[in-house]
């Protein structure tokens, strides 16, 4: 099949690769040329495991190529618009601006039975607006919204665990569900959970999911915050309350919070849509979320204050990652970059080191200081942060080792990845996020 993919940031190149990699013949557009350039050398411009193999297996086939001429879009069947949606400057709400765009370039090249699938993650409501500019030409919008996971974006896309599509009501919707069946064909004939539904829930499938996991983070960190003043362990009970089924234990990790391009953003859009719609009683509790999560980063910074003698001042401080997750190179709104900057502004020397991320930090942050080595970075501090759980920081950073290095032995384990008994019984004084 012939699919062309406008916006080629994050999401579109990987679908891009992805939907190739399966055997279809894609075009990914996209209006940075530096980004199309690289693109097209099979360069990921980010980091993502197993992209860059993708990319060059799917050039090299002839099935992948990358352009910024939306001219190209023209004979594709089916066309999926995945461009960012950020929050807009000073407001809460989701700005659709780069959404609108791609639609309005694209609709001169639509032909009557084409299918435009948008995978991007809007406010709801937009979907059917969006249907009413794309109807004139014969051609059907549909929404199919995205479900990535940074690090296994690869793998989400090609062995999704879900596919949910909204479609209009009638003949058009029943045909456009059943050629974007065709376009996952491996994961459909392997089981994968088909929904087909209408726009307004399709929209709110991926924003409600995005609120529910981030709702459960919070939970536990405000766990953590009762299990400080108390002395319990709250990862002992998030291992508890883990064990029963209906809550589960993933995204029970207290620590210094959630950042990314999605999900902060995200629970910001959905509350401020649920305002516009009168409904925000139903979501006040998403603020509470946010606030949260912002309250773990200050805690974190709080912790090395403290374990410093109450001041920073003059004090080196080794910050482990710069990501806001492991695997991704994403600096978004992370709060280990975040909490650096607090840190550097209390007067503390502050050197940051990321295994994939320092040079995306240094772009966004140039006055605090970067290693790319984590044992220069923790070379004569007085304290280390661990603030993204990395491997190399978790499980492959023996505290004998670094005691060799350090000129203190305190550290603040942002992301209660350490094994505290191994780092207290080598002399360093630990501190972990609600924990005694």
Same mark, same amino acid.
């Given at each position: 099949?012939? *699919? =062309?993919?406008?916006?080629?940031?994050?999401?579109?190149?990987?679908?891009?690769?992805?939907?190739?990699?399966?055997?279809?013949?894609?075009? #990914?557009?996209?209006?940075?040329?530096?980004?199309?350039?690289?693109?097209?050398?099979?360069?990921?411009?980010?980091?993502?495991?197993?992209? /860059?193999?993708?990319?060059?297996?799917?050039?090299?086939?002839?099935?992948?190529?990358?352009?910024?001429?939306?001219?190209?879009?023209?004979?594709?069947?089916?066309?999926?618009?995945?461009?960012?949606?950020?929050?807009?400057?000073?407001?809460?709400?989701?700005?659709?601006?780069?959404?609108?765009?791609?639609?309005?370039?694209?609709?001169?090249?639509?032909? /009557?039975?084409?299918?435009?699938? #948008?995978?991007?993650?809007?406010?709801?409501?937009?979907?059917?607006?969006?249907?009413?500019?794309?109807?004139?030409?014969?051609?059907?919008?549909?929404?199919?919204?995205?479900?990535?996971?940074?690090?296994?974006?690869?793998?989400?896309?090609?062995? /999704?665990?879900?596919?949910?599509?909204?479609?209009?009501?009638?003949?058009?919707?029943?045909?456009?569900?059943?050629?974007?069946?065709?376009?996952?064909?491996?994961?459909?004939?392997?089981?994968?959970?088909?929904?087909?539904?209408?726009?307004?829930?399709?929209?709110?499938?991926?924003?409600?999911?995005?609120?529910?996991?981030?709702?459960?983070?919070?939970?536990?960190?405000?766990?953590?915050? *009762?299990?400080?003043?108390?002395?319990?362990?709250?990862?002992?009970?998030?291992?508890?309350?883990?064990?029963?089924?209906?809550?589960?234990?993933?995204?029970?990790?207290?620590?210094?919070?959630?950042?990314?391009?999605?999900?902060?953003?995200?629970?910001?859009?959905?509350?401020?849509?649920?305002? !516009?719609?009168?409904?925000? !009683?139903?979501?006040?509790?998403?603020?509470?979320?946010?606030?949260?999560?912002?309250?773990?980063?200050?805690?974190?910074?709080?912790?090395?204050?403290?374990?410093?003698?109450?001041?920073?001042?003059?004090?080196?401080?080794?910050?482990?990652?710069?990501?806001?997750?492991?695997?991704?190179?994403?600096?978004?709104?992370?709060?280990?970059?975040?909490?650096?900057?607090?840190?550097?502004?209390?007067?503390?020397?502050?050197?940051?080191?990321?295994?994939?991320?320092?040079?995306?930090?240094?772009?966004?942050?140039?006055?605090?200081?970067?290693?790319?080595?984590?044992?220069?970075?923790?070379?004569?501090?007085?304290?280390?942060?661990?603030?993204?759980?990395?491997?190399?920081?978790?499980?492959?950073?023996?505290?004998?080792?670094?005691? =060799?290095?350090?000129?203190?032995?305190?550290? *603040?384990?942002?992301?209660?990845?350490?094994?505290?008994?191994?780092?207290?019984?080598? #002399?360093?004084?630990?501190?972990?996020?609600?924990?005694?």
């Amino acid at each position: 099949m012939r *699919i =062309s993919v406008i916006g080629c940031g994050y999401l579109g190149a990987v679908h891009a690769a992805a939907m190739a990699s399966i055997g279809h013949e894609v075009v #990914g557009i996209d209006v940075d040329q530096h980004k199309i350039d690289a693109l097209s050398r099979g360069e990921a411009p980010f980091f993502e495991p197993g992209l /860059p193999e993708l990319l060059a297996e799917g050039i090299e086939s002839g099935r992948l190529r990358f352009t910024t001429d939306i001219a190209a879009a023209a004979g594709a069947q089916i066309h999926f618009v995945g461009v960012g949606t950020p929050q807009q400057a000073g407001r809460y709400a989701a700005d659709l601006t780069y959404v609108n765009a791609a639609l309005d370039s694209l609709l001169p090249y639509l032909r /009557p039975g084409d299918v435009v699938a #948008g995978k991007s993650t809007v406010p709801v409501g937009t979907a059917a607006e969006l249907a009413t500019r794309v109807a004139p030409t014969g051609a059907t919008l549909t929404w199919n919204p995205e479900f990535l996971r940074e690090g296994w974006a690869v793998q989400d896309t090609i062995d /999704p665990d879900r596919l949910v599509l909204g479609v209009p009501s009638g003949a058009a919707g029943e045909r456009a569900a059943q050629l974007v069946r065709e376009v996952f064909y491996p994961a459909v004939d392997k089981g994968t959970p088909f929904i087909v539904t209408d726009y307004a829930t399709a929209e709110l499938v991926k924003v409600a999911a995005n609120a529910f996991l981030a709702t459960k983070i919070s939970f536990i960190n405000a766990m953590a915050e *009762i299990a400080e003043v108390t002395g319990a362990d709250v990862t002992q009970l998030a291992d508890a309350i883990g064990h029963d089924e209906r809550i589960g234990r993933r995204f029970l990790g207290a620590g210094i919070g959630f950042g990314g391009g999605c999900l902060p953003k995200d629970i910001r859009a959905f509350a401020a849509r649920a305002e !516009e719609l009168g409904k925000h !009683e139903s979501v006040t509790f998403l603020r509470e979320v946010d606030a949260i999560n912002l309250r773990r980063r200050d805690r974190a910074v709080q912790l090395v204050i403290d374990a410093l003698g109450g001041s920073v001042f003059g004090k080196r401080v080794a910050v482990l990652g710069a990501a806001f997750k492991p695997h991704s190179d994403d600096v978004r709104d992370s709060p280990a970059l975040d909490a650096a900057v607090r840190l550097h502004g209390l007067g503390a020397s502050v050197v940051v080191t990321d295994p994939q991320a320092v040079e995306n930090a240094r772009r966004v942050h140039p006055q605090l200081s970067y290693a790319l080595d984590r044992d220069d970075a923790v070379r004569y501090a007085d304290a280390i942060l661990l603030a993204t759980e990395w491997d190399e920081y978790r499980r492959e950073f023996a505290p004998a080792h670094a005691s =060799s290095l350090t000129h203190g032995r305190i550290v *603040i384990d942002g992301r209660n990845a350490l094994d505290p008994a191994t780092w207290r019984s080598a #002399g360093w004084t630990y501190h972990g996020m609600g924990r005694p």
